[in-house]
């Protein structure tokens, strides 16, 4: 497994990795499409991890669903999200908050890398109570292309003034590993679904339970 002197800074992915967003996102559009009366397959949603919102639409359209109105579909979902974030809450993944502290404490340099909007990204954040978690954010919209393309990390490392190399790229999807693995960073997948496809299992060089599991590599090696 890695250790400190191997990474000079940490990166992390937004959905499914700090904040829980992926299942209330999933949800919302399972009761867009009940509502809407979309026969969509029941195996659908578990194949959208780490996509952003744009390749979600574009997947729904390639189901060539008849009479499928994407405005209604996006207006209606993200009035569903927002009732259930009142109702249920943000919850922020097991064991991110001890390892933010932890990182902060011995300094080390972190950025948030994602596929959302910033817009999006900075509400998810609020909601949650993390609006100053992150110095550093980089958005899909901040860059030429989205992961599974590199370009998001590169960026990040680059405002931390770190070597791509030595950055930790904590992700918790196949198109997050296939960004960071393409990056070149040091990657390490924190499965959000289950059970974990061969190909995600394949490509990546760790593999931990949750945040928490960092907190625990990262404490032994303190000088």
Not at 22 to 31: D, L, M, P, R, S
Not at 84 to 92: A, C, F, M, R, S
Not at 114 to 125: F, I, R, V
Not at 164 to 185: M, P
Request: glycine fraction near 4%.
């Amino acid at each position: 497994m890695f250790n400190l002197a191997e990474f000079n800074a940490i990166i992390f992915d937004l959905d499914g990795l700090v904040l829980d967003t992926e299942t209330g996102f999933i949800q919302a559009w399972k009761q867009t499409a009940q509502h809407l009366q979309l026969p969509i397959p029941a195996n659908f949603w578990q194949y959208l991890s780490g996509l952003n919102a744009s390749k979600v639409m574009q997947q729904l359209l390639q189901l060539n669903l008849v009479e499928f109105d994407l405005t209604k579909f996006q207006q209606l979902s993200a009035d569903f999200w927002r009732q259930n974030v009142q109702q249920q809450g943000l919850p922020i993944k097991t064991g991110f908050q001890e390892l933010l502290a932890l990182i902060q404490q011995l300094q080390i340099p972190y950025a948030l890398a994602t596929n959302s909007p910033m817009k999006n990204a900075n509400e998810c954040l609020q909601l949650a109570g993390l609006e100053t978690a992150f110095e550093v954010i980089i958005s899909a919209e901040q860059v030429e292309h989205p992961k599974p393309a590199a370009d998001v990390f590169l960026q990040a490392a680059q405002q931390l003034n770190t070597p791509i190399e030595h950055c930790l790229i904590l992700e918790d999807s196949l198109v997050g590993i296939q960004a960071a693995q393409t990056a070149g960073g040091i990657a390490v997948l924190i499965p959000s679904v289950y059970p974990i496809c061969s190909e995600l299992i394949t490509l990546s060089p760790y593999i931990c339970a949750d945040l928490s599991e960092i907190t625990k590599i990262i404490q032994p090696n303190l000088p």
